[in-house]
């Protein structure tokens, strides 16, 4: 049996990052469409389906570039998620502020009073307070 598998397995293009989150999607349509949202049922039997033809698809190249701009995309929200952790975790010993030319983040350790703030971008000075 496990012969017959990996046989017809054999160039096929298998399971990726985009399949597994395909397959998430619609296990929570899914659990979803049972507390009666009629139409998440049918969206969750597409998104399997459609998960599934990719699995077994044979164009490899295809299914590959598809896995790659899914990538792409996840990398962008989880940079900005990950950009606003580490600024969550800055504003405990620093002030985050705009210059207000041309709106570049300063970061400026607390506790100092008023000081003056020059912007490396732009040259413009500014005070705030610390």
Same mark, same amino acid.
């Given at each position: 049996?496990r012969?017959k598998?990996?046989?017809?397995?054999?160039?096929?293009?298998?399971?990726?990052?985009?399949?597994?989150?395909?397959?998430?999607?619609?296990?929570?349509?899914?659990i979803?469409?049972?507390?009666?949202?009629?139409?998440?049922y049918?969206?969750?039997?597409?998104?399997?389906?459609?998960?599934?033809?990719?699995?077994?698809?044979?164009?490899?190249?295809k299914?590959?570039?598809?896995?790659?701009?899914?990538?792409?995309?996840?990398? *962008?929200?989880?940079?900005? =998620? @990950? +950009? #606003?952790?580490?600024?969550?975790?800055?504003?405990?010993?620093?002030h985050?502020?705009?210059?207000?030319n041309?709106?570049?983040?300063?970061?400026?350790?607390?506790?100092?009073?008023?000081?003056?703030i020059?912007?490396? *971008?732009?040259?413009?000075? =500014? @005070? +705030? #307070?610390?």
């Amino acid at each position: 049996m496990r012969e017959k598998l990996q046989r017809f397995m054999w160039g096929r293009y298998g399971n990726d990052n985009l399949n597994q989150f395909l397959l998430a999607v619609a296990f929570a349509c899914l659990i979803i469409s049972f507390f009666g949202g009629g139409i998440f049922y049918i969206l969750a039997t597409v998104i399997m389906v459609f998960a599934y033809y990719r699995m077994f698809s044979r164009n490899i190249s295809k299914r590959s570039a598809e896995n790659q701009q899914f990538l792409k995309q996840k990398m *962008k929200v989880r940079s900005l =998620f @990950i +950009k #606003k952790k580490r600024e969550l975790i800055q504003r405990r010993d620093y002030h985050i502020y705009r210059c207000p030319n041309c709106r570049q983040k300063i970061r400026v350790p607390k506790g100092r009073g008023r000081i003056a703030i020059s912007c490396r *971008k732009c040259g413009n000075e =500014f @005070i +705030k #307070k610390s």
